[in-house]
């Protein structure tokens, strides 16, 4: 590292966790949302996929909670099989 006379060095800034009751706008969806975050943190994809759709249902205009869905999928087919 060496200074440079004029210029500032800037770090990017962190990256902004949203969680799927952040991302929920509803009350309902909110709480099938809060579920999944906490089975996610588990690992527990397929019960957190069942909250997930469920969240979807009650928010069924939320386009990044039907990717966050996409994204549970996704990583469920990447899973070993048991």
């Known amino acids: 590292m ?8 800037t770090q990017p800034p962190p990256a902004v ?5 952040d991302i ?10 809060r579920r999944a975050d906490l089975l996610l943190s588990v690992g527990k994809l397929d ?13 069924p205009d939320n386009d990044e909670l039907k990717d966050r869905l996409q994204a549970i999928y996704e990583a469920m087919a990447l899973e070993p099989g048991e």
Do not use: N
């Not at 060496?2 to 060095?9: K, M, Q």
């Not at 966790?17 to 009751?21: C, F, G, Q």
């Not at 706008?25 to 949302?33: G, V």
């Open 2 to 9: 060496r200074l440079v006379e004029g210029r500032v060095e």
């Open 17 to 21: 966790v949203r969680t799927l009751e």
């Open 24 to 33: 929920a706008t509803t009350t309902k969806a909110k709480a099938f949302a």
């Open 47 to 59: 019960e957190a996929r069942v909250q997930i759709a469920g969240a979807c249902q009650e928010d």
